[in-house]
């Protein structure tokens, strides 16, 4: 029996989204055509980008349908010479200047919100920023679905998000702007997307996404992410209970309601990472689009933690489909496992 417990890295398919996927297989049209056929595709398109406004409470912005977050993230960000902190996502540090500081409790600090990015919730430790009405763009992927928010209420002028991240396919996303909003795309061709990302649509990933996207606003209003946070809090208290030198990133302020990221100085995070995984259990030493590199998390280290404390971090990111008998089986295991790592280092 092996239980997943890396949910920040991807979830699993959710059935709304498969049942939607199979059913776009069936269209088969072109959406830029305007034949019968084509304009059945259309109408398929422009619903789902409906379905993904209405869950992000962007009625009335500007839905582009990209490859994810990472394109749709370049789309704003390449050449503007932002500002962000570092500890965003590798798919924003890549085009900011990392300037902005960032206190130990992981919460950053925006002088210039019209020249700067920051994401509303922080993949590896859970952390939600309180966005600064101006603020250019955000990365709204790991917060999608799992709090509750709108684009239209946050006070920005971009959002991206991701599907895979909220029961959707894998290879599809979306970048979400104010209406009217000058984007020029990456991707050039033939006009798709209100010109701004060109190529014909993935109609069976956006399909899916906006499957996904609805039923994880229905989950979401349905409270099941409250029931999500009070496992996730009795869990940690069991790990520091076991390990009382371990600290919890960013347990003093808000986090996503799913998101463990423990700190056990000394103890290797990928030594962790399989110990766990021959016990059952998959979770992850931090970014899933770092995993392997054996270096100290950019996060963890922004957010003041020295070296042997940043490489000794695991990120467990739970499910409204776990249960209590999951969160105490991994408990079981973890604790088993620092007890050997204790008795052999004490």
């Not at 971090?313 to 496992?337: C, H, K, T, V």
Request: negative net charge.
């Amino acid at each position: 029996m092996r239980d997943y417990l890396d949910w920040n890295a991807t979830t699993p398919l959710r059935p709304e989204a498969k049942q939607a996927m199979a059913d776009a297989m069936e269209i088969a049209g072109n959406p830029s055509s305007v034949h019968t056929e084509g304009r059945a595709a259309k109408m398929a398109l422009e619903h789902a980008r409906e379905q993904v406004a209405t869950a992000l409470g962007a009625e009335g912005a500007d839905v582009i349908f990209t490859s994810g977050a990472t394109e749709a993230a370049a789309m704003v960000l390449a050449g503007k010479g932002m500002s962000c902190a570092a500890v965003e996502h590798s798919a924003v540090k890549t085009w900011c200047e990392q300037d902005l500081a960032v206190d130990r409790d992981g919460i950053v600090s925006v002088p210039d919100p019209v020249r700067a990015t920051l994401q509303l919730a922080n993949n590896e430790t859970g952390v939600v920023q309180a966005l600064p009405e101006g603020l250019a763009s955000s990365d709204l992927t790991q917060a999608f679905g799992k709090i509750p928010f709108a684009f239209n209420w946050l006070g920005i002028t971009a959002g991206f998000v991701s599907a895979h991240k909220l029961g959707g396919p894998k290879g599809v996303g979306a970048l979400i702007v104010k209406k009217g909003t000058d984007i020029e795309g990456v991707i050039r061709g033939g006009g798709q997307e209100q010109g701004r990302r060109g190529g014909t649509e993935n109609m069976i990933g956006i399909l899916g996404f906006a499957a996904a996207a609805s039923a994880a606003q229905r989950d979401l209003e349905a409270g099941l992410w409250d029931e999500v946070a009070a496992r996730r809090d009795a869990l940690e208290a069991r790990l520091l209970a076991a390990a009382p030198g371990s600290v919890i990133a960013g347990k003093e302020t808000r986090r996503l309601p799913n998101t463990t990221c423990i700190l056990t100085s000394g103890w290797k995070g990928e030594t962790q990472v399989m110990q766990m995984d021959l016990a059952g259990f998959a979770i992850s030493a931090g970014s899933a689009c770092s995993s392997g590199k054996v270096r100290a998390s950019g996060t963890l280290q922004a957010m003041g933690f020295d070296d042997a404390a940043a490489q000794s971090a695991i990120r467990i990111s739970i499910s409204p489909a776990l249960g209590d008998d999951q969160m105490n089986r991994f408990a079981d295991a973890w604790e088993s496992a620092y007890g050997r790592w204790s008795d052999r280092n004490g």
